[in-house]
């Protein structure tokens, strides 16, 4: 879903968006898309009165609108499920929640929505899937998550999510199956072991660029049916690396580009089962190789300390020997 869409905004950056008047829409038209363009509250008044049939919206990076022209649509087209307004500059607070219940997916992402935004659309509850928060000044503290419990995709690269947020976010959100919370600097170990601890179907993590998680204490043990984990620019260790890929077994896709703290040739994209198996299995023949290391550590220095047991003795024995003749001769 992401990467459709941010295609179609690149495709729309690169060649231009079409003006909402050489866009053509009747009664049946399933499916608009604004992206890039201008619209006016005017024209999203005309469509709304015209496509009772409506289920897509684009209107990513358009200008000309405000939320009264979304509001239009919300109310007319009771069959949309799916509303995309990336990048738009509107008030979220001023729109009617109540017309968002029955959306599935709904992107927001570099968009002016804030926390009391969040809060209006959802306050009512929410039927979404996807949400997509990217690029936004959500900090998540006081947002009702418990609203989203129906959520399978939560976008909040580069926001201003908290700990705390997390928290909240990983009690509520237990149907989560992708979380992204990429380049977020007010992340930390804290807020991820939330998420490992609740988050158990995630089948997707981006943790990439999160500079302050030691990901030392972190445990993965829940974590097996995971399949694509991000760590871009983050401060893994190989003792890390190790115990997640002993933790999560059913991994297809492994991100490890710019991680300083690995050695050079593990820095980059795993994007296969066979070639995360194989690391899995350098890691497994270096630790036999350094157990066998330490066990003939171990076993060499048993040796020695029986010989030195030995010379020991064997010199004692020798001077009592030697001192007793030397006695016996004075005796005499």
């Not at 179609?8 to 009664?27: A, M, P, Q, W």
């Amino acid at each position: 879903m992401k990467k459709q869409i941010f295609l179609g905004v690149l495709l729309l950056f690169l060649f231009g968006g079409l003006r909402s008047s050489e866009i053509r829409y009747d009664k049946d038209t399933t499916e608009l898309n604004f992206t890039g363009g201008t619209v006016t509250d005017e024209q999203l008044q005309s469509i709304a009165q015209t496509c009772p049939n409506l289920e897509t919206l684009y209107i990513d990076t358009a200008m000309g609108f405000t939320h009264l022209g979304v509001q239009y649509v919300l109310d007319k087209c009771t069959k949309l499920t799916d509303l995309f307004l990336r990048y738009c500059t509107i008030e979220f607070e001023k729109l009617n929640g109540n017309k968002f219940k029955k959306l599935k997916n709904l992107d927001f992402s570099y968009s002016t929505i804030t926390d009391q935004g969040l809060e209006n659309i959802i306050q009512n509850g929410s039927n979404l899937s996807y949400l997509g928060l990217d690029g936004t000044e959500i900090i998540g503290e006081n947002v009702t998550w418990g609203n989203f419990n129906n959520l399978k995709d939560l976008g909040l690269n580069s926001s201003k999510i908290t700990n705390k947020a997390l928290k909240n976010i990983s009690a509520a959100c237990n149907k989560l199956e992708s979380l992204d919370i990429s380049y977020n600097l007010n992340i930390t170990r804290e807020g991820v072991q939330h998420v490992l601890k609740k988050c158990v179907n995630l089948i997707q993590l981006n943790l990439s660029g999160c500079k302050k998680i030691d990901f030392e204490k972190l445990d993965w043990s829940k974590f097996n049916e995971l399949e694509n984990l991000y760590l871009e620019e983050t401060n893994i260790t190989e003792p890390d690396l190790q115990y997640i890929l002993l933790s999560c077994p059913q991994l297809n896709v492994l991100y490890l580009t710019d991680c300083k703290n690995l050695r050079k040739e593990w820095q980059r994209i795993f994007d296969n089962k066979e070639d995360i198996q194989k690391l899995r299995e350098q890691f497994f023949s270096r630790f036999f190789s350094d157990l066998a290391r330490v066990l003939f550590t171990l076993i060499l220095g048993f040796f020695l300390d029986l010989l030195v047991i030995f010379l020991g003795w064997y010199v004692c024995s020798k001077c009592w020997f030697w001192v007793h003749n030397l006695f016996e001769k004075k005796l005499r």
